[in-house]
């Protein structure tokens, strides 16, 4: 039988990112990211004036914080410790919306920290990614985390076999997000996590299918 596959994203659940991003759009671009959610639509806003950049001006700035800016970047408390618990009985996939252009970065940003696995970096709904996944390794069972409810839907929707649990890692936005309707679990703190994690690998079955929302 094939090992347990963990699939899980990478900012806010594996590294801090909104909080170095603000940091970094402050202090280099004159630019304050309020943190009232993860979304970035109307988050951004000139220090000068107040007004709320384009959404054209959205992407170069996130862009340019992924090419240059990832080592500002640093663990959620416990996420690594967890990854190497889980990683002695599963096969561990990062799968990030960074792209394909930033996949090697997020690579070698995770080396830094001692932490190894493959990493895909996606664009869009994760549900069709997680698919091939699963296609690929064929494991006895699969975790999927993340911190967007929307990817959520699109795993449940593509991969409903898949357990999919919902953390927040960073305490600065986990508490204005909603628990995502579509996960089995939403838990924020790593040490509560991993035991979930374990316990659904123990049990090795699978996921039971979105309840009707």
Known sequence: MNRPLVITDCDEVLMH????????????????????????????????????????????????????EMTRQYPIPGA??????????????????????HQQ??????????????VIGSRGGKG?????????????????????????????????DVWRLHLVGEPAIADKIRPAKYAHARIDDWTAAREWIRARLAENIPAPAPEPV
């Not at 009232?36 to 806003?45: I, M, P, Q, R, V």
């Not at 296609?135 to 967007?148: K, N």
Request: one cysteine or more; glycine letters at 4%; charged letters at 25%.
């Open 17 to 68: 990112m909104v909080v170095p991003f603000a940091e970094w759009v402050d202090s280099e671009h004159g630019v304050i990211f309020r943190i009232e959610d993860a979304s970035f639509a109307n988050a951004l806003k000139r220090k000068e004036c107040g007004t709320p950049l384009e959404a054209a001006e959205v992407w170069p700035l996130l862009d340019g914080f992924f090419r240059r």
């Open 105 to 118: 970065a997020r690579i070698e940003q995770l080396a830094l920290h001692d932490f190894h696995a493959p």
């Open 128 to 160: 069709e990614p997680v698919r091939r996944l699963i296609e690929e390794y064929q494991p006895s069972v699969a975790v999927f985390i993340d911190d967007l409810a929307g990817h959520h839907q699109s795993v449940a929707e593509v991969a409903p």
């Open 80 to 101: 690594l410790a967890a990854m190497a618990a889980i990683g002695a009985e599963a096969d561990i996939v990062v799968l990030t919306n960074v792209g394909p252009e």
